[in-house]
């Protein structure tokens, strides 16, 4: 199992806002986890990135990579996993980016943090680019020179060029059009398949996550209330809190008619 | 939207019939050297009624909202309301208007001062128009609420304690407050859950009707014009693609953007084997393409449409579109619907049972 969760209880205070018994992602897979707002999907990638306390949070249970534990690495220890093995991407692209800085910039620094020479972090990030399907000339463009769509598919080339085994991807194209977003989810496919990542797909849209994901989980009030096949769980929800979020999924109805 | 001399044989022909409640003709609204809306023309009847308005970003349905309420400069065309041109409304019927045409946006929390009491933030609407003193807007701010299917006793509360769903009903039961008989909702849902927007449409749906509502529905999702609108037009570059009735617009296309966008939509149970892939990116406005804006993009594409800019024509009964090869893509979409239709059988116009979404 390349990422497995265990009795992770993250929380505030008194408050438990994450109780997750278990969900792992396997090599090559992509996993959903979907669920409304307040669920609890985003505390459990902060929780995966080591991040949980920066916003007050305590974090109890087991995250291991490849069979590692992850929560008791020290923070030095987590900044050689964290952005390098396990990326992340989030909804907004663009936060991801300075403003004033080229988009190339950006990529080339992380990349040289995590140890490579300036000419293997040029090499890695014109191969990265062509890998999610853009030029590497975009690289000596401006943030908001590029669309939405592109500036994630370059959040994305940062974690290939750095051959990270997980990606969290968190909302990544919710911010997006659709015809964007189809473009951004044949590119995590693509990661799948050919470079083997892992992928922790965070969504509230069903239909994407159908669209998508091998596994699903879905979330409710910190807890995972169904897992399994995603072609199974969103078909056949065993549960009735998927079964709802199902029936509130609007459906296009279409005539044949001239 | 429909042609003169072209009537649909539906119960909708009649209404369609009579003298449009909003008239938008060659609009065309520029910032700097962005044409935002360059020509674009549409006709909504009275309520209840709907017309959907979807594109992406940078399509310009956003600015066609704002321009149907005089909230920005046009630098052509004409925009008539009942018949009068808006831009030249002045004193008291300009106060009409802007009580007329209310608005409804993505995001409740631009319209609600935190520090006001819900109660307070909907009478003030009523007492602004002068249409209540202040105890009979207080009075009347419960009965909206009630109407928009909250507890009367969140007039007290402030808006953070209500959740999203719940303080997007507040701005409509504030746009509702001063009897609209036209409204603008951009993107009303697109902020919300899944569930809170199921409960959203399903209360569109229901105060169309009990309040004989027209409204112009802007949106990216075009599951939710397929619930809520008689009538769609799909805007690309701040142009008209295609327009008609939205079933069979969804379900036939005419434009090959609107066969893209229909099949970019991830819906349970599709296959994303049938889609039709855009290459590139959206054009800059600024620097529109030469002949058709779309066919940099376009997969149907022919030198014809590098040079010649397609004009919006009749291409079936009360469908436009703005192709070249419309027959052929219509003949294409008879053949492949793409992905397959959710519901022919319950295919009625929206208005009858398909405004009342599943809950």
């Known amino acids: ?258 | 939207m429909t042609p003169a001399g072209e009537r649909q044989e539906s119960p909708a022909a009649e209404r369609q019939d009579r003298a449009p409640l909003l008239d938008i003709s060659e609009l065309a609204v520029r910032f700097g050297p962005v044409r935002a809306v360059d020509g674009v023309s549409l006709q909504l009847p009275p309520g209840p009624c709907g017309l959907g308005l979807v594109g992406e970003s940078g399509s310009g349905k956003t600015t066609i909202g704002r321009a149907a309420l005089r909230l920005v400069r046009t630098s052509g065309g004409v925009v008539r309301y009942e018949g009068k041109d808006i831009a030249g409304l002045r004193g008291r019927a300009l106060q009409d208007y802007r009580r007329a045409a209310q608005i409804v946006f993505q995001d409740p929390d631009g319209v609600l001062d935190p520090r006001m009491r819900i109660g307070a933030t909907i009478a003030e609407a009523l007492t602004a128009h002068r249409l209540a003193g202040h105890r009979e807007a207080a009075r009347q701010a419960g009965a909206l609420l009630a109407e928009v299917g909250l507890d009367p006793a969140f007039a007290a509360r402030y808006p953070h304690q209500l959740s999203g769903g719940q303080r997007q009903r507040v701005s409509i039961a504030r746009a509702l407050s001063v009897r609209p008989r036209l409204l603008v909702l951009d993107e009303p849902t697109s902020a919300l859950d899944v569930r809170a927007q199921a409960a959203i449409l399903a209360l569109v749906g229901r105060l169309r009707a009990q309040r004989n509502l027209a409204y112009l529905l802007i949106t990216h999702n075009l599951a939710i014009v397929s619930e809520l609108c008689e009538q769609t037009a799909v805007l690309y570059l701040g142009r008209v693609a295609e327009s008609g009735p939205t079933g069979t617009l969804l379900g036939r296309p005419a434009h090959p953007y609107t066969r893209a966008l229909r099949s970019a939509v991830p819906e349970l149970g599709s296959t994303p084997a049938a889609r039709v892939v855009l290459p590139g990116e959206p054009p800059d406005a600024a620097n529109p393409p030469a002949g058709c804006v779309f066919h940099p993009r376009c997969p149907l594409a022919v030198d014809r449409c590098r040079t010649e800019v397609p004009a919006l024509r009749s291409v079936a009964p009360g469908r436009l579109a703005a192709c070249h090869r419309a027959e052929e893509v219509l003949a294409i979409s008879s053949a492949s619907p793409g992905p397959a239709p959710a519901s022919t059988a319950e295919g009625s116009p929206p208005g009858s049972t398909a405004a009342a979404p599943p809950a």
Do not use: N
């Open chain 1, 1 to 258: 199992m390349r990422l497995a969760i265990t009795g992770l209880r993250v929380s505030f205070g008194t408050r438990l806002v994450v109780d997750v018994d278990e969900l792992h992602v396997g090599a090559a897979e992509i996993v959903g986890l979907a669920g409304e707002s307040g669920s609890g999907k985003s505390m459990t990638t902060l929780a995966v990135l080591g991040l949980a306390h920066t916003v007050g949070a305590t974090v109890r249970g087991s995250i291991t990579l490849d069979g590692a534990e992850l929560t008791t690495l020290s923070q030095r220890e987590l900044r050689e996993v964290r952005g390098r093995r396990i990326a992340a991407i989030f909804q907004s692209p663009a936060a991801a980016f300075s403003p004033v800085y080229r988009v190339g910039s950006v990529v080339h620094r992380a990349l040289r943090l995590h140890g490579m020479s300036k000419t293997e972090a040029t090499e890695a990030a014109s191969r990265a680019m062509r890998q999610v399907l853009l030029s590497p000339g975009l690289l000596d463009r401006y943030p908001s020179q590029l669309s939405g769509g592109q500036l994630q598919r370059v959040a994305i080339a940062i974690a290939l060029a750095l051959r990270a085994e997980v990606l969290l991807a968190d909302e990544p194209t919710s911010a997006l059009d659709v015809t964007v977003q189809a473009e951004v989810l044949e590119v995590l496919r693509e990661l799948r398949d050919s470079a083997g990542m892992s992928v922790l797909f965070i969504s509230h849209d069903l239909a994407v996550v159908a669209e998508l994901c091998d596994r699903v989980a879905i979330m409710r009030e910190g807890r995972i209330v169904e897992q399994g096949p995603a072609a199974r769980v969103l078909s056949a929800p065993a549960d009735s809190y998927t079964s709802d979020l199902l029936a509130a999924v609007p459906v296009i109805r279409a005539e044949a008619g001239p």
